[in-house]
């Protein structure tokens, strides 16, 4: 353990070293604030870091990862992180953002109780629920797993909509764009799913808010 912790302080140090090495100003710039103009929500999987895979720098980029990429109303982890980046960094766009082979995902499509994350599959099974009759149309498993990867995303979307941050956002005529995609761990490949929502106009009328 001692070992890892001193291998990442080492790796810490020679990053600090290259990137000085380029940019001597690069930390000065960077302890002055920040301004990202994206809000990233994806998987808290290892494989799938969000800067890296847009080629994105540090400061371009606000994160919040979580088991499955979830848009979950009463959590108040992500709507800190939401309201924070929409009401206060001003961001323009929100991307939800899976990625094939989530383990959280995959959990949803069985029944084998693994601990106190049972609580957070559930909301995925929820999307299992009302999309059933589409994957159990998918005979084979791993192109229904990977349906069901992208399906989730969109709800996700849908749902990040429907919170009240963004409708107000909205209602305040702040440009605020969503968007829905998905990383293949295999391919480094980020896929659109064509989910890409501006306005409330686009919601069902139940989800409308009025302010």
Excluded at 5 to 17: A, G, H, R, S, T
Excluded at 76 to 103: E, I, P, Q, T
Aim: charged letters at 20%; one cysteine or more; hydrophobic letters at 40%.
């Amino acid at each position: 353990m001692a070992q890892l912790f001193d291998q990442i302080l080492k790796n810490n140090k020679e990053w600090v070293e290259h990137e000085l090495s380029k940019d001597p100003e690069f930390f000065k710039r960077l302890e002055k604030g920040q301004q990202p103009p994206l809000l990233w929500i994806g998987c808290a999987d290892s494989r799938v870091p969000a800067n890296q895979i847009i080629g994105a720098a540090p400061g371009e980029v606000f994160v919040h990862r979580n088991i499955a990429n979830m848009v979950i109303h009463s959590d108040m982890n992500m709507l800190s992180v939401l309201d924070y980046a929409v009401n206060h960094l001003k961001v323009r766009h929100v991307m939800v953002v899976g990625h094939y082979g989530c383990g959280g995902v995959q959990a949803a499509m069985k029944n084998q109780s693994i601990g106190l994350i049972d609580n957070w599959i559930r909301h995925i099974k929820d999307v299992y629920r009302v999309h059933k009759n589409t994957l159990d149309s998918i005979a084979d498993e791993k192109e229904r797993f990977d349906r069901f990867v992208e399906l989730n995303v969109v709800e996700q979307v849908y749902d990040l909509a429907k919170t009240t941050i963004v409708q107000n956002a909205w209602n305040n005529n702040q440009d605020l764009f969503l968007h829905g995609a998905v990383y293949g761990v295999g391919s480094g490949i980020i896929k659109d799913l064509g989910v890409n929502i501006s306005n409330n106009s686009e919601l069902d009328e139940v989800y409308q808010l009025n302010f």
